[in-house]
T-cell receptor, first 113, second 114 residues
Framework: DSGVTQTPKHLITATGQRVTLRCSPR?????VYWYQQSLDQGLQFLIQ???????AKGNILERFSAQQFPDLHSELNLSSLELGDSALYFC????????????FGEGSWLTVV | DQQVKQNSPSLSVQEGRISILNCDYT??????FLWYKKYPAEGPTFLIS?????DKNEDGRFTVFLNKSAKHLSLHIVPSQPGDSAVYFC?????????????FGKGTKLSVKP
């Protein structure tokens, strides 16, 4: 158990809908990362937050957004969902904003039908 | 453009033998490298890391080698055990940069046969 908690574990939704994935980082970690893993891709970095502020942005679609709240938990919002958004979404956390190992949650499986 | 490449999607090894997983990178700013192991339906688990100031780091059965001039690293597992069967991801970062995100390869699925 990495200490990073993600909910929900599984989610099935229809195209065009909006979902929110939630992440609680390890105790004491200030940085949260979101990654997407689809079938034919490795782990694609989406976005990083550090202590409530956006720190880095990767291949995140404009239909997706995220935020980190004062209690350090984070949410990833996915809207106008398409079939191709079906993937495993991982949250990870680390103590600092850079230069440290990051620890992953177990992921949220999103299936868009 | 993939900055971290794992060119072997899969590898099969007999129990007790050595497993060698390879990884290449293109970005010369990367100076810290990590290996993660992933079982089905679980998140990636940190395994071992190496800084660019070293060329080898060892932790039990796991050793990571770094060849900076070739921009190549490898993970050696000796001896391999059936429980090592998993997908192994190579990842890289700029340790001193302002961002902590890791760039991952696509993974190598290791199967260790009894």
């Amino acid at each position: 158990d990495s200490g990073v908690t993600q909910t929900p574990k599984h989610l099935i939704t229809a195209t065009g809908q909006r979902v929110t994935l939630r992440c609680s980082p390890r105790s004491g970690d200030l940085s949260v990362y979101w990654y997407q893993q689809s079938l034919d891709q490795g782990l694609q970095f989406l976005i990083q937050y550090y202590n409530g502020e956006e720190r880095a942005k990767g291949n995140i679609l404009e239909r997706f957004s995220a935020q980190q709240f004062p209690d350090l938990h984070s949410e990833l919002n996915l809207s106008s969902l398409e079939l191709g958004d079906s993937a495993l979404y991982f949250c990870a956390s680390s103590v600092r904003d850079s230069g440290n190992t990051i620890y992953f949650g177990e992921g949220s499986w999103l299936t868009v039908v | 453009d993939q900055q971290v490449k794992q060119n072997s999607p899969s590898l099969s090894v007999q129990e007790g033998r050595i497993s060698i997983l390879n990884c290449d990178y293109t970005n010369s700013m990367f100076d810290y490298f990590l290996w993660y192991k992933k079982y089905p339906a679980e998140g990636p688990t940190f395994l071992i890391s190496i800084s660019s100031i070293k060329d080898k780091n060892e932790d039990g059965r796991f050793t990571v080698f770094l060849n900076k001039s070739a921009k190549h690293l490898s993970l050696h597992i000796v001896p391999s055990q059936p429980g090592d069967s998993a997908v192994y991801f190579c990842a890289a970062m700029n340790y001193g940069g302002s961002q902590g995100n890791l760039i991952f390869g696509k993974g190598t699925k290791l199967s260790v046969k009894p």
